[in-house]
């Protein structure tokens, strides 16, 4: 079945992230405002797609996840103006130790090198942290969402998740939310290993140079496309 390449009038989400951001909990919330998807791709297209799933027997048989930006012209959108392309990003540590964010399924989702996959299965959370090698490459990840300018029909929300629940309005207004819409926001929940975290990220371990990009973010920053 090939999906329609003009988009409808009902909204899209496409919630993208490297794991360990609160996406499932955003993308219930944003059930109630149109379609989601829950992206893995570590690379978004040039020009919107529709997601498929990553493996060709899912793709020919209408079946899988699907959790990765197409690169077929088939699945392309043409009119994104009802498109929101949410790309939520945390510091690593938070990613590293969040509940399923380390599993070799989702950490192959996201593209790492099947080489770092065998290192990182003989290695737990923590002593990844303190290892200091660069086995998950969240850097790139995040500089090809929110620093090369891959996106050319549609633009990127990118959600500084830390600082998600004090920027409320500015995010519904990127979204196309009504602001009566806020009180139904999910709360925060505090993170299990709230004070490993503070540990790991202050260290300077392997991924200082990304903790200080997004420090030097804007919480909530549109992305224009190129066209």
Request: with cysteine; aromatic share 12%.
């Amino acid at each position: 079945m090939r999906y329609k390449t003009v988009l409808d009038t009902v909204k899209r989400y496409f919630v993208c992230s490297y794991g360990g951001c609160a996406s499932w909990t955003l993308l219930q919330f944003l059930q109630n405002n149109g379609v989601t998807y829950h992206i893995h791709s570590n690379r978004p297209p040039e020009l919107l797609t529709l997601p498929v799933s990553r493996k060709l027997i899912h793709r020919l048989l209408n079946y899988g996840m699907r959790e990765h930006f197409s690169n077929r012209k088939k699945h392309r959108i043409i009119d994104t103006s009802n498109c929101y392309v949410i790309y939520l990003y945390v510091k690593p540590a938070y990613s590293i130790l969040s509940r399923k964010a380390f599993s070799q399924r989702h950490l192959k989702s996201i593209g790492v090198k099947p080489q770092n996959l065998k290192k990182l299965k003989t290695l737990s959370r923590k002593e990844y942290l303190v290892g200091r090698t660069n086995l998950i490459d969240y850097e790139s990840f995040f500089d090809n969402y929110v620093v090369k300018g891959i996106n050319r029909n549609y633009d990127i929300i990118a959600v500084n998740v830390h600082k998600l629940w004090d920027n409320l309005p500015k995010f519904f207004s990127f979204t196309d939310i009504p602001l009566s819409e806020i009180k139904k926001f999910p709360k925060k929940r505090p993170h299990i290993a709230e004070k490993l975290l503070e540990k790991y990220v202050k260290s300077g371990y392997a991924y200082g140079s990304l903790n200080e990009k997004i420090d030097a973010m804007d919480p909530i920053t549109l992305l224009k496309g190129s066209e």
